[in-house]
């Protein structure tokens, strides 16, 4: 619905011909995709000290550390402040990617690279975050952020055009729509056929 109406606004606005309404179409998903890791980098940010802190944090982070980078390299003088300060280091990662997202959000770098960078960022935020970064939201924009990364975003240039199409597609991105309906109907086959009572409620 939202391509079909994007497409609309286009064609009142400027005759486009096809071709070029495809890459503006991109163009938006790529936008579109870095506002969610904006919101998502935001959100983390704001709920790390109540959640995550090592002062006063329900689950600390330090603890999820061991899961992410190994003993040796944590013992290392170059990366040892990591373990002695983990809350500076998420700050620090946090707010890489809040850059990286603005400047995805609003076209000016949008290269394979940033949303790969995005991606890992927050894959190791969901680590640090352990329980309260384990739902099926979290998954998703991680997946997303890989297909993006892989099969939509441009690798030979920072901005969307001709010149970078590789031709894989929108398939990668309706897949992984189809997987995202066809778990949330098996997760509610399971509620309502299993011994779980929650959907009662």
Request: glycine share 8%; proline share 2%; charged share 10%.
């Amino acid at each position: 619905f939202f391509f079909k109406t994007w497409l609309l606004i286009i064609d009142r606005m400027s005759p486009l011909t096809t071709q070029h309404r495809c890459l503006s179409l991109r163009s938006s998903f790529l936008s579109l995709i870095g506002l969610n890791f904006l919101a998502a980098f935001l959100s983390y940010y704001v709920q790390y000290p109540g959640l995550l802190s090592s002062a006063a944090g329900i689950i600390p982070a330090d603890r999820a550390l061991s899961s992410i980078f190994a003993e040796d390299l944590l013992r290392n003088k170059m990366f040892s402040w990591i373990h002695d300060d983990v809350d500076s280091f998420s700050d620090l990662i946090v707010m890489l990617g809040v850059i990286l997202s603005v400047f995805a959000t609003f076209g000016i770098f949008q290269h394979g690279i940033s949303f790969g960078i995005m991606t890992g960022i927050y894959l190791i935020l969901v680590k640090l975050g352990q329980t309260f970064y384990s739902f099926q939201w979290d998954m998703l924009l991680l997946e997303t952020g890989a297909v993006t990364t892989l099969c939509c975003a441009p690798w030979w240039g920072v901005k969307v055009s001709n010149k970078n199409d590789h031709g894989i597609g929108s398939w990668p991105i309706r897949f992984l729509l189809f997987k995202l309906m066809f778990m949330s109907g098996v997760v509610k086959i399971q509620v309502r056929f299993g011994n779980i009572t929650v959907s009662q409620y």
